[in-house]
Nanobody
């Protein structure tokens, strides 16, 4: 099992930026494809972005494409989510997640049930 700890959340005004980090321990991060999800109050957890084990491919939800960037630093065992042009509707708890390598494309990454490893989440609040 890999352990995941998110950080970097906070309160930001609409139009601002935040960078989330997810520190991994317990297993080599390069063994895993990684994803970011979010959950707003009263809503289901939803896919935000994903990145393959070597960083060669990335995937985004339509709602964040062009504003958010997912990246990873395997030697530092850290996953990142750079969030720019934040909107009120981006307010949520953000979770990082890890799954074993998958090779069939986007379908691997958008379903929460495909990820057995999760962090505890970090709150992002965007004021309008």
């Amino acid at each position: 099992q890999v352990q995941l700890v998110e950080s970097g959340g906070g309160l930001v005004q609409a139009g601002g930026s935040l960078r989330l980090s997810c520190a991994a321990s317990g297993r080599t991060l390069s063994n895993y494809d990684m994803g970011w999800f979010r959950q707003a109050p009263g809503k289901d957890r939803e896919f935000v972005a994903a990145i393959t084990w070597g960083g060669g491919s990335t995937y985004y939800s339509d709602s964040v494409k062009g504003r958010f960037t997912i990246s990873r630093d395997n030697p530092k065992s850290t996953l990142y989510l750079q969030m720019n042009s934040l909107k009120f509707e981006d307010t949520a708890v953000y979770y990082c997640a890890a799954r074993t390598r998958c090779y069939i494309g986007r379908a691997c990454y958008t379903d929460t049930n495909k990820y057995p490893n999760w962090g505890q989440g970090t709150q992002v609040t965007v004021s309008s």
